[in-house]
């Protein structure tokens, strides 16, 4: 096994305090006298960062020298959270920074705690990639990930009087994780024109010309692989105003001020990433953000290409370019200009190059989230892209026509062009027709995309050309860094932490299962968690809740679809229920701790009132006397990737209770178990694979299933549609004013009664009731419940991300790890 020399990691913790000493007083040109923990977390990332470099330049140049297959990851976001205590796991640095920093006056944890979270992300879709660049580098595949730099990411959630404020996320300030190059830049045209010319063989060449030109600039962020020297490079593009682009005729005449706001636009197009998850409201903005972004990385990755002097021919063989979701179709489109405009390609060979290097992701069903661009957009900023998207639809119907004769609504239904009023482009389709490969993320998401939203495309395509890949997690940040008790408990009994590496390594615990020591230190592990998260939320939101109160734990952003309104309606009937009962009955129930967090987009006003009555019901419920312990219901402000690392080793039971088959995959769902969780949930995305994996016993599923949804819907709204009685007094309690303003929540109430209930809230009730208060009582059983939840983890080795980047390799890139 590869093991880190002294100038990997630090040898004693002498070496690492000199350096940190050495950071505050030169780099930072200040004295140790006055190092308060913001200096010193900047002092411990530089010393880090120093040793991190060495290992990503040896990386790069072996990379290229090897020049093997290397792998592109184009995702418009990456939801990385925070770098110094990853890195130091993962260059194995930890417990000597730990020391050092001790004896400079400080705890680590502290010093950990100053770093602003890296949130270039919304939520499953951007933490994915991140743990995917984790995997990648850690199983040294020879990958690069490219996305924006955007100089505000997520906004941060403030609560006020109950309702959901937005503020801006200014995070780079200090960004000691990153490295611009000045020297590496790309010019990106917007707009202008196309003339037709010829070259020197009388061949028809399109010339894109006119428009402006936005300077795109690097920004490199390491990411380093745990246990092994391998730091493969993240580069994010951020944009300016092109070099010529200041205006200095307008400068001398005087018009400064419009040659500013010129160089501000340029610097818009990075500035801020698009809060909505699940939403596409097509703004001309967020399509040149994509268009820089992917003509920027298709530049580099070209130019790096070229340098091997191969033929274009070989381009696949050395390339394979990944589709985050439809936001970098456009890439497919680019690709074909460079290699038909100006490398002089004739267009069936460029094309088979595209179709070959590329594979798409699909992440969501909804539609409301399916991409579309006006045609009329396209045609303004990107002229010669909508040429090539017709001709690509011109011969792909052109392929159907001849496979399948005659048959016009085929023909509609499938062309990338929609004609309607106005014409759109629909990018998930540009995006399949590109690719050579498309995947779904969970088993029941990619056969729903084969049976319903691509199923025109398997009948032309085939079916192999469509495939699944279950989404994992990294056990790196989600079990070692944020659960390092149970990591460590693990590795005593399983001889070592070779499962952070062979995740399937974990079902060596399970023949512990009846050790008393082992059990009482799990469970004892779960409790401090508990008492963590306790003291978090005292010091937060002033509120005692009881350590040893079931911790029921629904984090992740807010919608419909995630069903938090089923969740709160589910608490206020368990209200009203202890409410009725007299105080003997009462004391025989348990306590509950109902915990929610997440974002709801701005723009999203149904997700704002969910967030509004929770917050009302926990002003209610929390300080009454009947109630005490027995109830608390908590809303954690500003859900990130720092705070889940906090909250997942916390829970009891999580929920993951989507309406069955809108749900991709989660992924939240995977690190709950992973920490000891136990879960309820719908049959919906992973959580269908989980069960089947860690057994039905050890998970609470309820609810109607996917295949039921569309009869159930049609009832709704042709047949009678009954409420749920439990239901029909929490509305009843709710609409008398029990919980503030009596007509607050009425749009909740009524998209449930009386406009259809597309999300089956009403349907779903009693079976989710019912599985709550299995809950109640197999909780009260510990034995079994901690004999369930080791079990769970032991058999969860298939949830890693490596296990999920293995058969990506396999199955779509045809690439392999690069031997270090
Ligand atoms: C979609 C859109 C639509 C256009 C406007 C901006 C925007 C931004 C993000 C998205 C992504 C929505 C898709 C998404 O996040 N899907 C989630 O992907 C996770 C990783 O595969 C998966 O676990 C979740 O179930 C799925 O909802």
Redesign the pocket.
Known sequence: AWTRNKFQGFQNKDEFEKEVVRHVETTLARSMFNCDETAAYSATSLALRDRLILEWNKTQQRQTYRDSKRIYYLS??FLMGRALDNAMLNIGAKSVAKDGLNELGFRIEDIIGQEHDAALG???????AACFLDSLASLNFPAWGYGLRYRYGIFKQEIIDGYQVEVPDYWLDFNPWEFPRHDVTVDIQFGGYVRKGQDENGKTIAHWEGGEIVQAVAYDVPTPGYDTPTTNNLRLWSSKAASGEFDFQKFNSGDYESSVADQQRAETISAVL?P??????GKEL?LKQQYFWVAASLYDIVRRFKKSKRAWSEFPDQIAIQLN?T?PTLAVVELQRILVDIEGLDWDDAWKIVTTTFGY?N??VLPE?L?KWPVTLVQKLLPRHLQIIYDVNLFFLQSVEKKFPNDRDLLSRVSIIEESQPKMVRMAYLAIVGSHKVNG??EL?SDLLQTTLFKDFVTIFGADKFTNVT?GVTPRRWLHQANPRLSELIASKIGGHGFLKDLTALNKIEQFVDDKAFRKEWAEIKYANKVRLAKYIKSTLDLNVNPSALFDVQVKRIHEYKRQQLNIFGAIHRYLTLKAMSPEERKKQQPRVSIYGGKAAPGYWMAKQIIHLINSVGAVVNKDPDIGDLLKVIFLEDYNVSKAEMIIPASDISEHISTAGT?????SNMKFVLNGGLIIGTCD??NIEITREIGQENIFLFGNLSEDVEDLRHAHTYGTHTIDPNLTKVFEAIQSGTFGEANDFNALISAVRDHGDYYLVSDDFQSYIDTQNMIDTEYRNQEEWVTKSIRSVARMGFFSSDRCINEYAEVIWNAEPLAV
């Open positions: 418009l976001e919304n939520g499953g879709l951007g933490r994915l698009y909505n998850d699940n939403l596409d409201r967020r979701d936001h992701t992440h969501t989230a991409e993320v969970a998401h989404n749900e991709g995959s989660g992924t995305g992973a």
